[in-house]
């Protein structure tokens, strides 16, 4: 950066001076965007959301690369929603919106992004309010608890030797996710799961690849037995609804 010294201020009119000292927190405001864009940031400080998606879009991209690592990305990804900053301008609005949902008595869903290779969800329960075991065939998420407090259930189908055998589910997970909390989930770890909340809780749901016709065709709903089948520790019988 160029070096200024008194001559340039002493230099400088009365009415240039105060546009330049009215437009500093503007300047200040862009350069912490570009600079947190670009890495700048201190590591592990908080991030706007452009920065965010930059970042996400970065390693999201990487998924069509051979040898993709799911469980290195939403690892990543959830490193990067962490850091988010919840209270961005950019994200004030989306949240005010979900208040239009109180009262429907179902879960509200709000695109807040969506490109080639990523989409980014709003999601709002009120309290007991649920969404029932499905999947996200192909799919990793990532969960961010941005307000609120919800169990997470997660489920890896097990392999059916034959048609007739029975839909079973390992529950690998039980959680209870709090503001600042992260559930991930990969294409083949995690991928089944049912959410249920505690209170007023918005999450934010970042998915790589994004939903597109066949994968929203693709995806199932489970009904599960609440009872472990014969007796076994995790295992729960299934059916597709």
Known sequence: MDEYNRRHFIRTSIPGF???????????????????????????????????????EKEAEKQHL???????????????????????EAL?????????GLGNQRADFYKLEKQRNFEVSLVQFEKGEQISHHDHPGMTGVLLCATGNV????YDLLEQKAESDPLLLHQTAKSTLEKGMVSTLTSKSR?????????????VDIFAPPYNKERAHNSSWFKVD????????????????
């Open 92 to 100: 004030s609005e989306a949240f005010a919106k979900t208040k239009n």
């Open 226 to 241: 609440t009872e472990t089948y014969q007796g076994k520790k995790d295992i729960y019988q299934a059916t597709k609804r």
């Open 151 to 154: 169990d997470v259930w997660n």
């Open 191 to 203: 991928n089944i799961h049912k959410l249920q909340a505690h209170s007023l809780t918005q999450l």
């Open 18 to 56: 105060l546009g330049l000292g009215l437009a500093l927190p503007t300047i200040t405001a862009l350069a912490t965007r570009a600079n947190a864009c670009y890495g700048r940031t201190p590591e592990n400080g908080a991030i706007n959301w452009d920065a965010f998606l930059t970042a996400v």
């Open 66 to 88: 051979d040898n993709w690592d799911q469980a290195d990305y939403v690892k990543k990804a959830a490193a990067l929603a962490l850091r988010l900053n919840l209270q961005d």
